[in-house]
């Protein structure tokens, strides 16, 4: 399993995106030295740097140093990837030593990333900062996350057709937002997951249960890294959850989106072709 340390770094972002969890949660912005005093390897050899924006930090190059010295192997930051449009920049966070990009891109467009991001100019700064990441094809591992949300479902396909576009490693499609209907969104999610499997990109899901994969239950994020990789989600079982194969993997759906949409959707998998593979990861 790939489990990173993850440190909250900025509290600061220059978007403002409409399903920012971060300005709701109201986090105070860490010092140098609580951040250093944790990049601390213990049981991890990856680290992730998050915000806000962790690029807006002044001091980002010597806290991605400190995690380079203090010996992890992977050092990632989740990003918009707009200060990346600088190069120079770019070179100088390469230099420090991350070498893992998560990039997150809202939308195949301007009118659509930035009415989500509620800050014009930042597509174009995103994709000019992804642009500027793939010339160093030797020093970076990227990676574009698309959350999903209710305004950008139905423009999935072409988001990811979009980025296949870059010299990219890997997508990850995740469902975080619970006023958005699963059933209504998977039929996009599986047109993107089989787009990019078609061009030979590593395509995951994250948020989503077996249940609703339907003979993609493998693309799902969270059997390689755990299910803690979203903070502050509510697990809870449903009543279809007794009967199915992945009950001991799964944790179950998330508590607030079962509220609002209750559990018929989600019917017990009684046999699947993944499960013996995909239970000899737990093992
Ligand atoms: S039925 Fe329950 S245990 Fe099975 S995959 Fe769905 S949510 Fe998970």
Redesign the pocket.
Known sequence: MLRYKKIFINNHCNNHCLHCSYQKKGLLQPSIESIISKVIPEDHDGVEFYGGEPTLRDDLLPIIQTAKSNGFRRIKLITNGRLFSNIHFLQNIINSGCNIFEIKLWGSNSQLHDGITQTYGSFIETLRGLDNLVRFSEERFICIRIPICKQNYSDLENTVAMVLGFEINRIVLSFTDYNLSIKKAMFHIRNAINISIFNRVWILTEGL????MNGLEPHIIEIYTGWNNIENRVFQ??K??G?????EF????EKDYLNRFGEDE????KENKYFSDIKMVYE
């Open positions: 249960p077996f249940c609703v079982k449903h279809n959850c009967e199915c194969i992945f009950k799964c944790p179950g759906i989600f019917l017990p998998i």
